[in-house]
């Protein structure tokens, strides 16, 4: 018994070389997807890895941010309740100076401490007892707290102090009187160079970057530090444009606004602080090894493919192109079957569906003796729906107006289609005249009651006309009849003012019964 006929067969000599070209072919195309696998997978796992790295460069950074400014506003607040409780006077004034040095000293990361009176006049600070003439009531973090009630921690941009030249982070906190009145400033100044010489500490290459900045875009610090770092600002760029208005952190690959360098990034809004922090490494840098790796094995792999091709190449490409002539025709006739029965827009039947549905239902009822309607239902004043709101909205009305009528045409063999243009037509198989009657009208109802807008209506809102025709054992042919029956009815409800039903019953050869009062059923708005 051979279990396995078909290898059992000898080839034939034309089949002979097929065979060992499709051999070599499936060789070379497992070569290629296992090797193409192997590298998308490795280009995977080196960007996660990447983006593991620097989020934990992100979050080292927020920490130490976080600790710095809290440690400042600690002292800041200790200093702003001893002044608003003891006040500034003479005797004061000494023992805060004596005070603000101890606190700078124990503090890491502060460089200095200063308290100012509401005239922006220097009170006390860590530095020199020469140093307390001036003013900086022209700061903007002091125009801030002289403006604003607020009581929070305040951390500006960077500024050039006065007392050492260095660019300096302000975190000020604001002195009240007992009223409640200002009455002073506490700051605190952080160097730029002490976030820098911690980013310097950090490992990413040579073209990475790392940066603090405010919420608002302006730099606090950041590696490499660019000529202009004061007056840098990254609010236009992807991370506070497009990632920081969907999610506090997460991870991205963004091109820099400053220097143009492709990098993948992590990025973290501080908790309870209005400071963003994010890191990131070069692109060409996380891949110059990948590519490496790339470039021998598709070395490789070329070479191997083309000693393959060379054995059966044309024969290859041959049954590539019969194979993706095949799926084009596959393609084709699947669309093709959808755009014979299905209207586009509407998703209802179209109207070569529903002709094909009619002639066979009506002929159907004509050997079955059995009733058959036909509802054709138009939407009213259309045109100055689409003159009033264009033609796009035109659709999306047309589409609710489709979804409105599958909804409550739900019977198994009942058929709802677009019959054309504002058009629809209900085909309803074994219903008679009532009961086509009543599904117009709760189409009807159902469209009016949704209210869709429609100010050039007098209605106010979309509604629709219907006319509706039904017979009983009807002729072979005389579907062609009940159609123009059930369009004159529609006119008919049209000039009777619209958002109606109307219909009437078709009896023996053609001959009608027209009912030209308004039925029980039909409903007036």
């Known amino acids: ?100 040095v101890q606190d700078v000293a124990n503090i890491k990361g502060i460089q200095g401490l200063f308290i100012y009176d509401a ?50 982070i302000p975190i000020s906190r604001r002195v009240k009187t007992t009223e409640g009145k200002f009455a002073g400033v506490v700051l605190a100044t952080v160097p730029v160079s002490y976030f820098q010489a911690f980013f310097e500490r950090m490992d990413v290459d040579d073209n990475g970057v790392i940066f603090l900045a405010l919420d608002n875009g302006d730099l606090l610090a950041r590696r490499p530090t660019p000529a202009s770092l004061m007056t840098t600002n990254v609010s236009k760029g992807d991370i506070f444009s497009l990632y920081l208005p969907k999610s506090d952190s997460g991870t991205a690959i963004i091109k820099s606004i400053i220097d143009g360098v492709e990098r993948i990034y992590a990025y973290r809004r501080v908790s309870g602080l209005p400071i963003v922090v994010a890191a990131g490494v070069s692109y060409q840098h996380v891949f110059a090894p990948w590519w490496a790796y790339a470039y021998r094995s598709i070395a490789l792999i070329g070479v191997i493919i083309l000693t393959l ?57 004509s050997r079955n003796h059995s009733d058959i309607a036909l509802i054709l239902l138009d939407i009213d004043w259309f045109k100055q729906f689409n003159d009033h709101y264009g033609h796009l909205q035109g659709d999306e009305c047309l589409k609710q107006v489709a979804q409105l009528i599958s909804v409550n045409v739900n019977r198994a063999g009942d058929l709802a289609a677009r019959f054309g243009g504002e058009e629809f037509v209900i085909l309803l198989p074994e219903t008679d005249l009532a009961g086509a009657l009543s599904i117009a009208e709760k189409v009807r109802s159902a469209i009016a009651n949704t209210l869709i807008e429609h100010s050039a209506s007098p209605i106010g809102c979309v509604t629709v006309s ?21 369009d004159r009815f529609l006119y008919f409800a049209k000039s009777k003012g619209r958002n109606r039903v109307e219909g009437q019953l078709i009896q023996g050869k053609g001959e009608s019964i027209h009912l030209a009062e308004p039925l029980p059923s039909t409903t007036d708005i």
């Open 1 to 100: 018994m051979k279990i396995f006929p078909f290898f059992s067969k000898r080839l034939t000599p034309a089949a002979l070389p097929r065979a060992l070209i499709c051999f070599i072919a499936l060789v070379g195309l497992s070569m290629v997807f296992a090797t193409g696998w192997q590298m998308n997978q490795s280009k995977i796992e080196r960007i996660a890895t990447v983006k593991v790295s620097v989020s934990n460069i992100v979050r080292a950074a927020e920490q130490q941010a976080q600790d710095t400014v809290n440690l400042a506003d600690n002292t800041l607040r200790d200093l702003a309740e001893r002044v608003e409780h003891d006040g500034i006077g003479p005797e004061q004034k000494a023992r805060l100076a004596a005070l603000l």
């Open 119 to 168: 005239q922006g006049n220097w009170v006390a600070n860590s530095f020199s007892q020469g140093l307390q003439t001036k003013n900086n009531s022209d700061r903007a973090y002091f125009i801030y707290h002289r403006d604003n009630a607020d009581e929070s921690v305040h951390i500006g941009s960077i500024v050039e102090s006065r007392t050492t030249g260095d660019m300096i």
């Open 309 to 365: 091709s060379l054995l059966g190449g044309l024969l290859y490409r041959q049954i590539r192109q019969l194979i993706a002539a095949e799926n084009d025709l596959s393609i084709a006739r699947a669309d093709l079957e959808i755009i014979a029965r299905t209207d586009s827009l509407t998703q209802l039947a179209n109207r070569r569906c529903f002709d094909s549905a009619l002639q066979k239902e009506w002929a159907r009822a």
């Open 466 to 486: 219907a006319g509706v025709v039904a017979t009983y054992a009807p002729e072979k042919d005389g579907y062609e009849v009940a159609l123009a029956e059930a």
